[in-house]
């Protein structure tokens, strides 16, 4: 794998920020577009421009050609059966939140149970939380281990007879973790319960085979897999999404409306109701020709790299606590004894280090690691080792600095 090749399609990353070449440690927040996204959205909007599926002239057929072309190629990055069970969004948080308030709402009662871990997203928690609260089901946590992992046996030991849905991340943004969703899927299906899979983290850096999996849902966004912002990713089991209500009504998703009552259009446009999210859309389908080009084992396999070099570097800090566990995905989330993480974070952005800062939308993993707070640096295709060497100078740097003040 070429990274200085790949580097060279980021036009963000040739800059300097601060006086410094620019070190983008934040993909896990967002990633950097490569100059073949950037060109697929300017050339729809210069030369394509049109709504889709409606009209029938020339502009309109690329457009829905384009559009529906690029479901296809998600189709075929995460192997569904059918591009009927990949349904075009706004990101993750919207994936989560169709399942939550269409299938949960209509599937559960009193007494059932959903059942998700401490280190979620908040998009993966208030969805459920509020779903509990609505059909008066119970919300379980499956504890963690010392480390932020998983253990099966307590998977086995919070899922129950009376599960019907279970949420987890396949990938936590804040420790790392790298779930067994597989085979929590298992276990899941063994109790009767359907699963959904938190992809945000994990589609952008590994395979994903939502077949293999045996996941009922699948949620993921574009933004952080190299395309742009606004356009994400709900894959759900053609079976399931047939039987579940739109949650959002309007133009696009109607068959026939009557003054009383209408019906909605087949799969997927049953869930995409109005103006589809057509050039981002379109830039999506770009950046999986991109990733695909790069080959998804590849990246998997630089960013472990970048992963062993970051803990092997970053523990010879002294004074600086690691959370999460050894074997991790690429990212790593820390804090310097007595520096507030986003000072460490001015400082380090001081250097032109971008880092994350903050309680990275998992307030009660926060509380479970007894922190307020901490800095992320997260890596992705186009980071190198000589990144991680900056961030450890930026670390020093900032751990004389403080020190000097403290």
């Avoid at 998977?155 to 599960?163: G, P």
Wanted: proline share 4%; aromatic share 8%.
């Amino acid at each position: 794998m070429d990274v200085k090749a790949i580097r060279e399609q980021f036009p963000v990353l040739h800059q300097e920020v601060n006086g410094h070449p620019l070190v983008y440690l934040d993909s896990s927040a967002t990633s950097q577009k490569p100059l073949s996204v950037i060109q697929a959205v300017d050339e729809y909007y210069r030369q394509h421009n049109s709504n889709v599926h409606r009209g029938v002239h020339t502009l309109g057929s690329r457009a829905t050609d384009l559009y529906e072309g690029a479901r296809e190629k998600v189709r075929r990055f995460i192997n569904a059966d059918s591009t009927a069970e990949v349904i075009f969004n706004r990101g993750t948080t919207t994936g989560i939140n169709t399942v939550a308030q269409s299938y949960a709402r209509q599937n559960l009662t009193a007494g059932d149970e959903i059942v998700i871990t401490p280190m979620e997203h908040h998009s993966n928690i208030i969805p459920w939380q509020q779903a509990a609260k609505a059909t008066r089901a119970t919300l379980k946590y499956i504890p963690l281990q010392a480390d932020g992992t998983v253990a099966l046996e307590d998977v086995r030991n919070t899922i129950t007879a009376n599960t019907k849905v279970v949420a987890v991340t396949h990938v936590s943004n804040v420790l790392g973790t790298v779930n067994p969703v597989k085979e929590i899927a298992q276990i899941a299906h063994e109790n009767g319960a359907v699963i959904l899979i938190d992809g945000a983290q994990g589609a952008p850096h590994m395979n994903v085979d939502v077949k293999e999996l045996d996941c009922d849902f699948y949620a993921f966004s574009g933004h952080k897999m190299c395309a742009p912002t606004g356009i994400g990713v709900l894959y759900g089991k053609k079976k399931l999404l047939n039987e579940m209500e739109p949650v959002e009504f309007g133009g696009e998703m109607i068959d026939f409306v009557n003054l009383y009552d209408s019906t909605w259009k087949e799969l997927p446009w049953k869930f995409e109701g109005g103006t589809p999210i057509i050039a981002d859309a379109i830039g999506l389908g770009a950046a999986i020709d991109f990733l695909n080009e790069v080959g998804m084992d590849n990246i998997l396999h630089h960013e472990k790299v970048l992963a062993d070099y970051a803990m092997e570097k970053m523990n010879e800090i002294d004074g600086l606590t690691i959370y999460g566990p050894e074997s991790r995905a690429a990212l790593v989330t820390f804090n310097l004894a007595d520096v507030h993480p986003h000072d460490t974070a001015t400082v380090l952005d001081a250097e032109g280090i971008a880092v994350r800062a903050g309680h990275h939308c998992a307030q009660p993993l926060m509380r479970w690691l007894d922190v307020t707070a901490t800095a992320r640096a997260s890596f992705y295709l186009y980071n190198t080792k000589e990144d991680i060497d900056h961030l450890v100078d930026g670390l020093l740097k900032t751990k004389e600095y403080f020190g000097d003040v403290l």
